[in-house]
T-cell receptor, first 108, second 114 residues
């Protein structure tokens, strides 16, 4: 199956700082999603982005499918951004694979 | 109302007991999935179904079974629960090739096997 690696595993920021999270994957995909898991365990869809660039407020994401990576940018971070960010990839949804996540802590 | 619901939200059971987790969706999606999440790890796929007559094993299906009772309902069973099945379980849905592959997740069921 597809291998997914996320980096960094942990990230600590001061409120207001910017950050970039990376997701590398080992094979061709036509589904790539970024999620935020909040402290209560809920998974929140951030982006569905198998290719290209999208922006939603302070968050944006870019996927370069030919080079097999995706980046999630968080600007002007807030304490409510804390949690774990997951990248998940798949092909035709036959076997979606999640990375191990990046744990983000934003300090006030 | 939530588009993807799971019941129960929390469950504590004993080793050897049979337990069923249920998932319902109102999104009208054909595809449904069951995942488990262990502490500090990402989600792993247990089973998935592309329509009512289609069931497929995922990465970690041993010890689990599923039933797709209707387009909107997909249940996961643990025939004889064991402690290492203690985890957070998520149901998800998606459209298919005619729409988007984007997956939408339920709130999760926290299962503890003692």
């Amino acid at each position: 199956g597809i291998q997914v690696e996320q980096s960094p595993p942990d990230l600590i920021l001061q409120e207001g700082a910017n950050s970039t999270l990376r997701c590398n994957f080992s094979d061709s995909v036509n589904n790539l999603q970024w999620f935020h898991q909040n402290p209560w365990g809920q998974l929140i869809n951030l982006f569905y982005i198998p290719s290209g660039t999208k922006q939603n407020g302070r968050l944006s994401a870019t996927t370069v499918a030919t080079e097999r990576y995706s980046l999630l940018y968080i600007s002007s971070s807030q304490t409510t951004d804390s949690g774990v960010y997951f990248c998940a990839v798949g092909y035709n949804n036959n076997d979606m694979r999640f990375g191990a996540g990046t744990r983000l802590t934003v300090k006030p | 109302d939530a588009d993807v619901t799971q019941t129960p939200r929390n469950r504590i059971t004993k080793t050897g007991k049979r337990i069923m987790l249920e998932c319902s969706q109102t999104k009208g999606h054909d595809r449904m999935y069951w995942y488990r999440q262990d502490p500090g790890l990402g989600l792993r796929l247990i089973y998935y179904s592309f329509d009512v007559k289609d069931i497929n094993k995922g990465e970690i299906s041993d010890g689990y079974s599923v039933s797709r009772q209707a387009q909107a309902k997909f249940s996961l069973s643990l025939e004889s629960a064991i402690p290492n099945q203690t985890a957070l379980y998520f149901c998800a849905t998606s459209d298919g090739p005619q729409g988007s592959y984007e997956q939408y997740f339920g709130p999760g069921t926290r299962l503890t096997v003692t």
